[in-house]
């Protein structure tokens, strides 16, 4: 007997689906798609409990005509391509003829449709890919799809499903790139009873970008029209003091397709070079035509990739294309910024900045070899300087700090000239011990983390490494990775006790999410309130920020409150705790001074003093070490001077 069959059509489409359909955002994606392909001016969304409840598509396209209803649900029927070679000329965004027949097969589908202006049309019930209905019906022209109950016939698909917030989620994003892709088509997208977006359909890509991102994402866009003799672009990317904490606010099109591509990104990215911050990205909707033969857009089942005939010369063009763009806003400074970095919360940090005596600081100035950098350093670190309880210990370290321990008389006399320079310990006993096996026992977290060892600076190597010693060894320090620490533990500090450190700012810091983030953002407010963060929701999309602690790093605390929110929006399993524990990662990492950046033996002094008094001060808050030693042992081993 033969052991090998063709399977019947209905599994095979359910192991289609299992491509297709991948989640409900797909069926968004694959109806949405149908309607554009159709012509329609309006598409109307909705969606019930994420899209698992119920999924309607409503066009006013071409419709189906009744002989072809029943025949857009097998496989491989298409109405879009017919030979081969079409498949290298493609414009239509759909093309295979798989999606009704996969969307069918695993769930309840209600087709109501008509490709006429006399109110006549079809109406098919379908389950499982069964056809139960097949009736004439009243309809306008258009048509109008209901899937209901998605993957109810495949309970293993079922159970892959993420929450109804994950769901929505996806589907969100889908519909504000189709958006962005498509201004001249009206889009209602509503979740439950919510209207999550609407546009007019004008063809006003801002208006749409106001829509998706807020107004003032809208008033910090700049204009991109460019063409070569193969590709046309156009679109709108972000002012460089615009950014964004993370790249999604990219939208690339190819002929009318939201489609990701990595090597786009990057020619984006290279253009803003130097212009943004560190992990910073800026937004950018980008519509780029081309001929259809310099496009393969059958390249993924989700037709979410497409490979580019042109590729070595589309990546350049783009990036010429958006760097002429920036180059021309750098060298004509708009005078007025968009509000981002908020004047106002420096405003109040000035107003805590600790400050000695200027008498206190002058002896010490002898000692700086360098007085540019320090006001870097003081740029990088400085801001979290109060007098608190504990006094120097819990303090980020920093050019006032330096100042502070020459304030308690470490620096008497004689340190200009290394000799006599002081040693620093904690309070606790002093009892060197080789730093790997601390670094060992500290990383292990099963021991009680040893005091640090009492060292006495020799230098400093490469703006890198400080350089000490005791009477045990050699020992190099990290600096960029000790600072971090140092900040780390200040900062956790406060983040476990922030409420009475907000401080009410004069003008609120204004932030804007997407609809469907600010829906699950209002919900999630006393999050922030807990880290001391007060957000209030505005309207609409738009938030304020009306205080925060004093203590976050001078100029980056807009980054650095939307870098919580996309935690708490983003992290199915996040807590207070590890919120708090993420955020002060995060400012430690900001505030702090990085390699390559030279020290004065006063700020290398203090540092090591602050490292001292630090509750684990052998790895940094990422976990690398930050002390390696050499026993003295081990460097006469080196010099053969022992075997
Ligand atoms: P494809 O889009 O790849 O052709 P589909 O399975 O998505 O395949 O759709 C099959 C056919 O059904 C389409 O080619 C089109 O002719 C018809 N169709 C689907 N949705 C619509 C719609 N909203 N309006 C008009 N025709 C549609
Ligand atoms: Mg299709």
């Known amino acids: 007997m033969a052991k090998i069959h063709i399977l019947d059509e209905h599994i095979a489409n359910q192991i289609a689906a299992g491509e297709v359909v991948e989640r409900p955002a797909s069926v968004v994606k694959e109806l949405v798609e149908n309607a554009i392909d159709a012509g329609s001016t309006k598409i109307v969304v909705t969606v019930e409990e994420g899209g698992l409840q119920s999924i309607r598509i409503t066009d006013n396209g071409s419709g189906i005509d009744p002989e072809d209803c029943e025949t857009a649900f097998y496989r491989h029927a298409t109405s879009k391509i017919m030979f081969g070679r079409d498949l290298f000329h493609i414009t239509s965004l759909g093309f295979r003829g798989e999606a009704l027949a996969s969307i069918a097969a695993v769930s309840k589908v209600e087709l109501i449709t008509s490709s006429r202006d006399d109110g006549l049309g079809s109406r098919l019930v379908i389950e499982g890919g069964k056809l139960i209905v097949k009736e004439d019906t009243a309809s306008s022209r258009g048509t109008d799809f209901v899937v209901r109950e998605l993957f109810y016939n495949t309970p293993a698909r079922l159970k892959y499903m993420k929450t109804i917030q994950t769901e929505l989620g996806h589907i969100s994003d889908y519909m504000y790139r189709i958006a962005l892709s498509h201004p001249g088509i009206g889009i209602t997208f509503r979740h439950n009873d919510n209207t999550l977006l609407q546009t007019l359909g004008n063809g006003d890509l801002l208006q749409v970008i106001a829509a998706i991102y807020g ?22 990317i972000s002012r460089p003091e615009w950014t964004r904490s993370n790249r999604n606010a990219i939208s690339i099109i190819v002929n009318g397709r939201y489609i990701r591509n990595y090597g786009l990104n990057q020619a984006i990215l290279r253009a803003y070079h130097t212009l943004l911050p560190i992990n910073r ?56 910024k968009t509000n981002i970095g908020s004047s106002d919360s420096s405003f109040i940090q000035e107003q ?7 008498s206190v600081i002058d002896h010490s100035d002898a000692n700086r070899a360098d007085s540019n950098h320090t006001n870097k350093l003081e740029q990088g ?39 006599s320079a002081p040693s620093y310990r904690n309070s606790q006993t002093v009892n060197p011990v080789m730093t790997q096996e601390l670094f060992a026992q500290a990383s292990s977290g099963i021991s009680e983390i040893p005091p640090f060892p009492e060292l006495t600076l020799i230098g400093q190597h490469h703006g890198t490494y400080l350089i000490a010693q005791n009477e045990k060894g050699l020992y190099l320090i990290d600096q960029h990775a000790a600072h971090e620490r140092i900040n780390y533990e200040f900062y956790y500090e406060q983040f476990g006790q922030p409420a009475d450190a907000s401080q009410e700012l004069l003008i609120p810091i204004t932030l804007e999410f997407t609809p469907s983030e600010s829906e699950q953002l209002k919900q999630k407010l006393n999050w922030f309130e807990q880290v001391g963060v007060f957000l209030e929701h505005f309207g609409g999309q738009t938030f304020l920020v009306r205080s925060h602690p004093y203590w976050f790093p001078k100029g980056d605390e807009q980054g650095i409150i939307e870098e919580m929110v996309e935690w708490v929006l983003g992290e199915r399993t996040i807590d207070l705790a590890k919120l708090r524990e993420k955020s002060s990662v995060m400012c430690s990492c900001k505030a702090s001074i990085k390699a390559n950046q030279k020290l004065t033996n006063l700020e290398s002094d203090a540092l090591l003093e602050r490292l001292a008094a630090c509750k684990q001060p052998y790895t940094c808050p990422h976990g690398r070490p930050i002390v390696v030693s050499f026993t003295t042992y081990d460097l006469e081993k080196l010099f053969k001077r022992v075997m």
Do not use: C, W
């Open 352 to 358: 805590f900045r600790f400050s000695k005596a200027p």
């Open 381 to 419: 670190i400085a801001n979290p300087l109060v007098v608190s309880k504990d006094g120097v210990a819990n303090r980020p370290i920093g050019n006032d700090s330096v100042r502070e321990a020459s304030a308690q008389g470490y620096y008497a006399k004689g340190t200009t000239n290394g000799l």
């Open 281 to 336: 990205y800026p937004m950018g909707i980008l519509a780029l035509n081309m001929h259809p033969s310099l496009v393969d857009v059958n390249v993924h089942p989700a037709k979410l990739e497409v490979r580019f005939s042109k590729e070595a010369e589309l990546y350049p063009f783009v990036e010429q294309a958006v760097h002429a763009v920036l180059r021309q806003e750098v060298l004509i400074p708009q005078p007025v």
């Open 215 to 236: 107004t003032q994402a809208a008033k910090a866009m700049l204009p991109i029209q460019t063409e070569d003799l193969d590709f046309n672009i156009q679109g709108f």
